[in-house]
Nanobody, 124 residues
Framework: DVQLQASGGGLVQAGGSLRLSCAAS????????VAWFRQAPGKEREGVSC????????YYAQSVKGRFTASTDNAKNLVYLQMNSLKPEDTANYYC?????????????????WGRGTLVTVSS
């Protein structure tokens, strides 16, 4: 049974940092394409980062490039999202998800088993 659980969210001031974790079970992150998405109130869910199993590269949304870093701990079957230089517009519920594809895409229809997100609030 595939499950993902994001954690690590909280309240932080603009310019601060947070590290989100995603605990995965029922599959191995090492050979899967996993992504972070976020959804702000009243907005559509958007892709933040994606680690591809097909080319071992990590892809980022333009809005977070240079500030966020996604990584995996294969021994612990965890996915991380290190978020630095946070901005108020980063405020959202953050979700991790595993793709049915090997390549990276931010098309939400390619992802399953979203699990419960973790709330990140950045104050100005």
């Amino acid at each position: 049974d595939v499950q993902l659980q994001a954690s690590g969210g909280g309240l932080v001031q603009a310019g601060g940092s947070l590290r989100l974790s995603c605990a995965a079970s029922g599959f191995t992150v090492d050979d899967s394409t996993v992504a972070w998405f976020r959804q702000a109130p009243g907005k559509e869910r958007e892709g933040v980062s994606c680690i591809s199993s097909s080319d071992a590269k990590t892809y980022y949304a333009q809005s977070v490039k240079g500030r966020f870093t996604a990584s995996t701990d294969n021994a612990k079957n965890l996915v991380y999202l290190q978020m630095n230089s946070l901005k108020p517009e980063d405020t959202a519920n953050y979700y991790c998800a595993v793709s049915v594809e090997e390549f990276c895409t931010f098309y939400t229809g390619s992802y399953r088993n979203w699990g419960r997100g973790t709330l990140v609030t950045v104050s100005s």
